[in-house]
């Protein structure tokens, strides 16, 4: 089992930024894909950035990319999502998740261990 837990979000202006946690507990070793995906009220949870745990491959989805950073500490169990020149549409509840296969990121399937999410609210 895995445990994840998030932190880092809360309220701020357009052009600002955050940087989001995930500290992972248990039997953090089995992971091979560590990723974040974000859901705003009435939309489906989309990917946003992955992390291979060895080597630390990054990927990112379009609307990110350039902005958003994902970095990892393996020492500490934790992942990073440094946010910025956030936008209001970057409003939603951040999830960090943890797969124990190498599928492709951006399958929510293929995630085993799920955070109970931290609200980000970007206003303009």
């Known amino acids: 089992q895995v445990q994840l837990v998030e932190s880092g979000g809360g309220l701020v202006q357009a052009g600002d930024s955050l940087r989001l946690s995930c500290a992972a507990s248990?039997?953090?070793?089995?992971?091979?894909?560590m990723a974040w995906f974000r859901q705003a009220p009435g939309t489906e949870r989309e990917p946003v950035a992955g992390?291979?745990?060895?080597?630390?491959?990054?990927y990112y989805s379009d609307p990110v990319k350039g902005r958003f950073t994902i970095s990892s500490d393996n020492a500490k169990n934790t992942v990073y999502l440094q946010m910025n020149s956030l936008k209001p549409e970057d409003t939603a509840v951040y999830y960090c998740?943890?797969?124990?296969?190498?599928?492709?990121?951006?399958?929510?399937?293929?995630?085993?261990?799920w955070g109970q999410g931290t609200q980000v609210t970007v206003s303009s």
């Open positions: 248990g039997r953090i070793s089995s992971t091979h894909i």
């Open positions: 992390i291979r745990r060895t080597g630390g491959l990054t």
């Open positions: 998740a943890a797969a124990l296969t190498m599928s492709p990121w951006t399958r929510r399937d293929v995630y085993n261990y």
